[in-house]
Structure formats: structure tokens, C-alpha cells
Nanobody
């Protein structure tokens, strides 16, 4: 079992930056692929980024590539999402997720409750 709690969301102007953090509980955090997803009002949840258990591999949605960076600290049981050059279309609730599958999967087993990110124009 893994429990996930996101933090770091807020209101920022377009072009600004935010760093999201996800704190995990559970002894096997380092064995999980971790991901970030987001859901905007009236839209389906979409993949943002993922990182392998070792941190050696990452994957990004095209819409955030070059602007967002995912990272993890297995000793602290945390995963991060650094978001730069934010755009109004990045406004959404951001969710942290964990899976025992590989980095290419979209099937995640555990989810946090989300943190709101609002980007004003």
C-alpha cells in the first residue's frame, strides 16, 4: 500500500513557476514508477509526466515537454514536478500517482487527492 499527498499548488501568473511535491508513505516507495496527471474543469484526466523507480528514465506529455521536470528522492519518499513557463492552459488539479508497472504504462494503482494549480493570464 502507498499513500500519496500532494502539495505546492497555488495561483501563479503566466510565465511563472511552481514546484509540486508528493509525499509517499510505505516501505516500497523506491520500487514504484511515479507519475503526475492533471484534470482541468470539464476535461478528462491526462498524463503529465512519469519517472522510473530509479529516476533514470522519465517520460513527458508533449504539452509540457521542455517546461516541466519530474524528479524523485527515494530516501525522502518524495516525487517532484517543477513547472516553468506556466500557461493558462496548465490550470488543473494535479495528481500524484504510483504504479508497480513500467514507465510506459498508463495504469496506476495509487492516487493522491490532488492539488490545485491556477495560472492567470
Amino acid at each position: 500500500q502507498v499513500q500519496l499527498v500532494e502539495s505546492g499548488g497555488g495561483l501563479v501568473q503566466a510565465g511563472g513557476s511552481l514546484r509540486l511535491s508528493c509525499a509517499a508513505s510505505g516501505r516500497t516507495f523506491s520500487s514504484y514508477t511515479m507519475g503526475w496527471f492533471r484534470q482541468a474543469p470539464g476535461k478528462e484526466r491526462e498524463f503529465v509526466a512519469a519517472i522510473s523507480w530509479s529516476g533514470g528514465s522519465t517520460n513527458y506529455a508533449d504539452s509540457v515537454k521542455g517546461r516541466f521536470t519530474i524528479s524523485r528522492d527515494n530516501a525522502k519518499k518524495r516525487v517532484y514536478l517543477q513547472m516553468n513557463r506556466l500557461k493558462p492552459e496548465d490550470t488543473a488539479v494535479y495528481y500524484c500517482a504510483a504504479t508497480s508497472r513500467g514507465i510506459a504504462t498508463m495504469k496506476y494503482d495509487y492516487w493522491g487527492l490532488g492539488t490545485q494549480v491556477t495560472v492567470s493570464s
